[in-house]
């Protein structure tokens, strides 16, 4: 098979990558040559997909698939697609953010999604931008295009720094604020876990949108948080504490907390998505042991989470010590 990735070296890119080369595909990234290294038995073609002429490595290719992970003006994605047109199978990566509010728990894929366009150039808001970026691949591919609608993705190469702020927490030891309920279901995919359903279906021509996200309650707050302290071996111990007193003082689920959305609150539909029909195609998703596990091992090589390619401002995730410090004096007094 002949994989062409348009981007590459952020974190889903990077996965769908190594996952081609781990199959003995023909692998060709297309980016601007300025963000990470070339991985060994990948081709690289430079080129600047926003700038006049800057596809222009691309003509003449032939490939059988295309992933596409484009979060800005749709109009880039419409361009690419169109250049491509002879390609097999195009697969975009979009998000769940791209359905319309309100939004109710097991919005499934039928759900109005944001209003936006194919050739929209503007690129200030993330939902219109994946909208549009599927309305791109759509036209130009209608069948062939598979639209990977992503939740939250973790797992080793995560570059918000969700996952990686917990597991770094955990490992500092000593009380840690846990925000409750421990049995609160917690539904996220691993990043291998949705590379493997983008090719695979891609592959197979399956086209249309799909939910890819682990089923509601895949794991808990109180299973992820129990498998950071074994992962790190820490001298952890995790304080519950209602969503109630967190709330108040200030604190910010997915933010401060990350991961965590409390019930009631009005972004709980992230994580409880429908997810049949993913499911019925063929997604997969490993247990939350391996993840947190895996993520751990990547983080005790790497050091630290690596910078966003592409944007060098990144949002700044995990609760300041201090303000933890006040809450766990509050609420756990020794």
């Not at 070296?9 to 980016?31: D, K, L, P, Q, Y």
């Not at 691309?58 to 880039?76: F, H, I, K, M």
């Not at 039928?110 to 691949?137: H, M, W």
């Not at 709330?247 to 990350?258: F, I, K, T």
């Amino acid at each position: 098979m002949r994989l062409l990735m348009l981007g590459g070296t952020g974190f889903v890119g990077s996965a769908i990558v190594a996952e081609g080369v781990r199959r003995g595909w023909t692998v060709t990234m297309f980016n601007r040559g300025i963000h990470g290294p070339t991985p060994p038995g990948v081709h690289r073609l430079r080129g600047d997909r926003t700038a006049p002429g800057g596809l222009a490595e691309l003509a003449g290719g032939a490939w059988d698939v295309v992933v596409d992970t484009w979060d800005g003006a749709p109009r880039a994605v419409r361009d690419a697609a169109t250049l491509l047109r002879s390609a097999g199978h195009y697969a975009y990566v979009s998000s769940g953010s791209v359905y319309a509010p309100p939004v109710l728990p097991g919005v499934g894929e039928e759900s109005a999604v944001v209003p936006s366009a194919a050739d929209d150039t503007r690129d200030d808001d993330y939902a219109r931008c994946k909208a549009g970026g599927e309305l791109a691949a759509t036209e130009v591919f209608g069948e062939r295009a598979l639209l990977v609608r992503a939740g939250l993705i973790l797992g080793p190469g995560e570059d918000i720094g969700r996952l990686p702020w917990w597991l770094h927490r955990v490992a500092r030891g000593g009380d840690v604020l846990a925000p409750g309920p421990a049995d609160l279901p917690v539904q996220y995919v691993d990043v291998r876990d949705l590379t493997a359903f983008t090719l695979d279906r891609a592959v197979e021509g399956v086209g249309g949108a799909f939910n890819v996200i682990s089923r509601p309650g895949h794991t808990t707050m109180g299973e992820l948080l129990r498998e950071a302290v074994a992962a790190t071996g820490a001298d952890a111990r995790l304080r519950w504490t209602d969503p109630e007193p967190i709330l108040a003082a200030g604190v910010e689920p997915w933010n401060d907390l990350p991961v965590w959305i409390p019930p009631g609150h009005e972004y709980r539909w992230l994580q409880e998505r429908g997810v049949e029909k993913a499911y019925a195609a063929g997604l997969t998703c490993r247990p939350v042991a391996e993840t947190v596990g895996d993520t751990w091992r990547w983080l005790d090589r790497v050091g630290a989470v690596p910078p966003r390619a592409g944007r060098p401002v990144r949002t700044t995730v995990g609760l300041d010590p201090a303000r933890e410090a006040a809450l766990l004096a509050t609420h756990h007094p020794a």
